[in-house]
C-alpha cells in the first residue's frame, strides 16, 4: 500500500521529530499553518514552500551583507562558497539551524522569472562519495553532510595544476579570497609542467529551441566557473518521489555556462597543450558527451565560431612562425575516423585501416600523413576530411557525428639547447570527437542507426572500463576491447597530457544523460597518466672543434641537398601547373622555355610566385589540387624514367657502332698497307689496263673506307625531341601498340613535337 507523505509534510508531531521540518520553528507564520487543521495537502505545501523561499531570501540578503563587511575573513570565505550559500550556512548566529537544511534554488529557464525552491532531505551516503575531490579528502556540495575534518568548503585543492585563467578566478567578485588566488597562482605555475592527471573541463550548452518548444526546463547550473549543479525535477503530481528530489553537485577543474565563448573554452582548455607540444610533449583533447550535447560544436565549431581544432591549428602556425623562420618546424597531419568498429581514413577515403602496435604506440597502418605548411591548407584538409565524416540525422540531433573522428596534428623540431646540442623534439597533439552516448530511443530505433548506437555505446563503454581499470589502479587495462580505446591508449595511460571536456544539455529532458556524463567526467578526474617527459631525440654532442665543424658541414651538405630537391620538385610543379594551365586556356601549346622555368613576374600566374608551394594556388580546389599534382608527378617521373632507357640504349648503339667503326679501321689500315706494297709493285709493271682512262661517275669506292656504311650520313642524328616526340621513328606503331625501335631511323622532315607539348599529357598513359 502507497504510504502517503501528507502526514509528512503537515503534521505538527512529526515536524518535532524529524529534525529536517525544524526549520519551521524559525518561521512565525508556519506555526499558524502547522497548527491548523489539515483540509488540502496542497494547500499547506504551497504555503511551506512561500516560506521557505522568504527564508532563504533573508539568509541569501544576510550573506550578502556579511560578505561585504567582512569578505577577506575565513568566516566569508565559506559563506562565499556558493555550497555554502545553498547550505544556507551564512553565519554562525543561523550555523545550527542550517546545518538541518538542504535547500535548494531550481535553475529557471532563461527568460523565465520564476524561481522555486525545493526540500532536500540529507543525502545517502553514496551520494556523499560521489562529491568526493579527487587529492582532497573533503566533501563538497550541497546535497551531502559535510564531514567535521573540514574547516571550509573550499571546492577543491588545485593540487594537480589546472587551467582555470587567472583572470577568472579573480574575475568571480568576492568568491576567492586573496589565499585562494595565490593557491591557484601557485598551482599555475605547475600548470606549466602540466601534471600527470588528466584534467577534466565541463561545457554547458545553450537550451535548443526544440528543447524551449517541448517545454523543457533547466537543470543544470554553473557556478564559480567550477562547479556544477544539478537538480532532478520531481513530478508534481508524484507525492512519493517529492521528498526524494536528487540533486548532485560536482566540481571539475573548470567548467563553462552556457554563455561561454569558444575562444574562451580553447585557451582554457587546449591553449598549454599547443605550448607543450611544440616543447615535443604528447597532448590530447577529446569531448565526451551524450548525442547533441555539443561536442562536435566544441571541437569543430561552425564558420563564425570555430572550435577548438580550428584554434589549435591557428595557434599552432602562428606560435610556430614567431619561433623560427628558418623552417625547422615540420607539421604532419593525420584525420581518422572509427565508424561501426573500423578505422577509415578522412583524407584520402579507402580501405579499412588495420591497427598496429609499435614503438610509438599504436598506429594505423597506412594513413596518411599529410605535411601541412600553413593554416589554410590544415583548414582544407579538415573541411575535406569532415565531408569524409559519417554524419546522419537522428531525432536527438540534425547532424549527429556516427563515428569517432581524431585528428592528429605531429611538431617536430630541431632545436639546440643551452650546450648547443642539436635536439630533435616531436610532440604530437590529439584532438578527438567522440560520438555521442545514446539511448537507442533517443535516437532512432531504425537498423542501421541502432546498428551505429551499438557499436558507439560499445566503445564508449569499453572507454569506461578503462577509466574504470585506471582509476582502480589495476594492471590490466582493457584497451583493446574497441579501437577506440585502443587509440586512445596513449591519452589515457599514456604518456601525455590530456583534457576531457564533458559537454552537457540544460534540459531536463537529458538528465540521465547529463547525470551519466557528469558521472564519468568526475570519475575521469582521478585518472593519473604517466609523467610526459619531451621526446627528445638528442643528436650525438660533437666533442672537439673539428667535429663540430663537421657536423656543421654535414649539416650544410643535409640543407644544400634539400634545397635542390625542393628546387627540383618545385620546378615539377611549375612546370605540370603552367602545362595545365595551358591545356586548359589555349589551343596552342607553350614553348618549350615557358616549360621548364618557373614564372617570372610578367608571368600572369604573379601570386604563385611567392607561394612557397602551388597547392595554394588560386585555380585548384583543395582536393583536385593534391590528387592532379601527384597523378602529374607520377606520370613525369615515369616519363624520365622512359627517356632515360632511351638514352642508355642509344649509348650502346653508339658504342657498338664506334667499336665497329674501329675494327673496321683497324682492317682497312692493315689491307692499307698490303695494298701499297701490291701498288707499288703494280706500278712497276706497266700494264694495259692501267693505262686505261678510269670512270669518274661510277660511285666507285676510292677508299677502302667507304666501304663501312654509317647511317650518320642519311639518318640525321637524333636529339632529344625525335626520342620524344610520337611521331619520332624511334616509336613505330605496331599492332596498335607504341614500340620503341634503334634499328630503323629515318630522316625527320617535320618539327620534332614534344609530349610534354602536348595538352592533356598528365592523362596519357606513359610508354612502357
Ligand atoms: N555552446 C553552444 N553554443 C551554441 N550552439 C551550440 C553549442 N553547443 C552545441 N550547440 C548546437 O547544438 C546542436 C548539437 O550540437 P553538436 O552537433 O555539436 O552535438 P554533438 O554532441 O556533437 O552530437 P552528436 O554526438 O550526435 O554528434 C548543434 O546545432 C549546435 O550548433
Not at 36 to 43: F, Q
Not at 132 to 143: H, P
Not at 401 to 413: K, M, T
Request: charged share 25%; net charge positive; aromatic share 4%.
Amino acid at each position: 500500500m502507497p504510504v502517503s507523505t501528507r502526514s509528512q509534510i503537515t503534521s505538527p508531531v512529526q515536524n518535532e521529530a524529524n529534525p529536517e521540518h525544524r526549520f519551521r520553528t524559525n518561521v512565525d507564520q508556519e506555526d499558524t499553518h502547522a497548527s491548523a487543521p489539515l483540509r488540502n495537502p496542497h494547500h499547506g505545501l504551497k504555503e511551506k514552500m512561500k516560506a521557505l523561499t522568504l527564508l532563504y531570501e533573508q539568509q541569501k540578503l544576510a550573506s550578502a551583507a556579511l560578505k561585504n563587511s567582512s569578505w577577506r575573513s575565513e568566516d566569508s570565505r565559506l559563506a562565499s562558497h556558493p555550497s555554502f550559500e545553498l547550505h544556507g550556512g551564512y553565519s554562525k548566529k543561523h550555523e545550527k539551524e542550517s546545518k538541518a537544511e538542504n535547500l535548494m534554488r531550481e535553475n529557471t529557464m532563461p527568460n523565465s522569472t520564476i524561481t522555486r525552491t525545493f526540500v532536500l532531505p540529507q543525502p545517502p551516503m553514496e551520494d556523499a562519495k560521489e562529491n568526493l575531490v579527487a587529492g582532497t579528502d573533503r566533501i563538497v556540495g550541497f546535497s551531502c553532510p559535510r564531514k567535521a575534518t573540514g574547516s571550509t568548503t573550499v571546492a577543491r585543492k588545485l593540487s594537480m595544476g589546472t587551467t582555470v585563467p587567472h583572470s577568472e578566478v579573480k574575475g568571480d567578485a568576492g568568491s576567492q579570497n586573496a589565499q585562494e588566488s595565490e593557491k591557484i597562482e601557485g598551482n599555475s605555475e605547475k600548470t606549466s609542467k602540466i601534471g600527470s592527471r588528466i584534467l577534466v573541463f565541463v561545457r554547458l550548452r545553450p537550451m535548443s529551441k526544440k528543447e524551449k518548444e517541448a517545454g523543457s526546463r533547466s537543470c543544470v547550473r554553473v557556478v564559480n566557473r567550477r562547479d556544477v549543479y544539478l537538480t532532478e525535477f520531481a513530478n508534481e503530481n508524484d507525492y512519493l518521489r517529492l521528498n526524494r528530489l536528487r540533486g548532485r553537485h560536482f566540481t571539475f577543474d573548470a567548467s563553462f555556462p552556457d554563455s561561454a565563448t569558444q575562444q574562451e573554452v580553447y585557451s582554457t582548455t587546449t591553449s598549454e597543450l599547443v605550448e607543450a607540444v611544440l616543447q615535443g610533449r604528447n597532448g590530447s583533447v577529446f569531448c565526451y558527451g551524450a548525442t547533441g550535447a555539443g561536442k562536435t560544436y566544441t571541437m569543430l565549431g561552425t564558420v563564425e565560431n570555430p572550435g577548438v581544432m580550428v584554434l589549435a591549428i591557428k595557434d599552432l602556425f602562428s606560435k610556430i612562425r614567431h619561433r623560427s623562420c628558418d623552417g625547422n618546424h615540420v607539421v604532419q597531419l593525420s584525420y581518422l575516423e572509427v565508424y561501426n568498429e573500423t578505422v577509415r581514413d578522412l583524407l584520402s577515403p579507402g580501405r579499412p585501416l588495420v591497427l598496429r602496435e609499435d614503438k610509438q604506440g599504436i598506429v594505423a597502418a597506412g594513413l596518411t600523413q599529410y605535411r601541412a605548411y600553413s593554416t589554410d591548407e590544415v583548414m582544407a584538409l579538415l573541411q575535406q576530411g569532415n565531408q569524409n565524416r559519417t554524419t546522419e540525422p537522428t531525432r536527438a540531433n540534425e547532424t549527429s557525428s556516427r563515428s569517432h573522428a581524431i585528428l592528429q596534428v605531429a611538431v617536430e623540431y630541431r632545436v639546440r639547447d643551452a650546450a648547443m646540442n642539436i635536439i630533435n623534439r616531436v610532440g604530437k597533439l590529439s584532438l578527438i570527437d567522440l560520438a555521442g552516448s545514446e539511448r537507442a530511443l533517443a535516437t532512432d530505433q531504425r537498423t542501421l542507426r541502432s546498428l551505429e548506437g551499438a557499436n558507439i555505446n560499445r566503445s564508449l563503454l569499453a572507454l569506461s572500463s578503462c577509466i574504470n581499470a585506471l582509476v582502480e589502479g589495476k594492471k590490466h587495462i582493457p584497451y583493446r576491447n574497441s579501437k577506440l580505446t585502443q587509440l586512445l591508449k596513449d591519452s589515457l595511460g599514456g604518456t601525455c597530457n590530456t583534457v576531457m571536456i564533458a559537454n552537457i544539455s540544460p534540459s531536463n529532458i537529458s538528465f540521465g544523460e547529463t547525470q551519466n556524463t557528469l558521472h564519468w567526467a568526475d570519475r575521469t578526474k582521478e585518472i593519473r597518466t604517466k609523467a610526459c617527459d619531451a621526446n627528445e631525440d638528442p643528436m650525438p654532442v660533437p666533442e672537439t672543434e673539428t667535429d663540430q665543424a663537421k657536423l656543421v658541414l654535414e649539416l650544410q651538405r643535409e640543407n644544400r641537398e634539400l634545397r635542390v630537391q625542393l628546387a627540383r620538385q618545385q620546378q615539377k610543379l611549375y612546370t605540370l601547373q603552367t602545362q595545365s594551365l595551358a591545356a586548359h586556356s589555349s589551343p596552342t601549346p607553350p614553348s618549350a622555355t615557358s616549360l621548364l622555368t618557373p614564372p617570372t613576374s610578367d608571368h600572369p600566374n604573379d601570386k604563385r610566385k611567392t607561394r612557397p608551394s602551388f597547392l595554394a594556388g588560386p585555380c585548384f580546389t583543395p582536393e583536385s589540387k593534391k590528387k592532379g599534382a601527384e597523378v602529374a608527378v607520377r606520370t613525369l617521373q615515369q616519363t624520365v624514367k622512359a627517356l632515360e632507357a632511351e638514352i642508355e640504349r642509344m649509348k650502346k648503339d653508339h658504342s657498338l657502332q664506334l667499336k665497329q667503326k674501329d675494327d673496321i679501321i683497324r682492317e682497312l689500315s692493315q689491307k692499307s698497307g698490303k695494298k701499297a706494297v701490291a701498288e707499288e709493285e703494280a706500278a712497276k709493271r706497266v700494264t694495259r689496263a692501267s693505262l686505261r682512262p678510269k670512270d669518274t661517275n661510277t660511285g666507285e669506292l676510292k677508299s677502302p673506307s667507304h666501304r663501312f656504311r654509317s647511317p650518320a650520313p642519311t639518318a640525321k642524328k637524333r636529339s632529344f625531341w625525335d626520342i620524344t616526340t610520337a611521331n619520332s621513328p624511334s616509336v613505330t606503331t605496331l599492332n596498335g601498340r607504341k614500340t620503341r625501335s634503334h634499328v630503323i631511323s629515318e630522316p625527320t622532315s617535320a618539327a620534332p613535337r614534344s609530349m610534354l607539348l602536348q595538352p592533356g599529357f598528365a592523362r596519357q598513359q606513359p610508354i612502357v
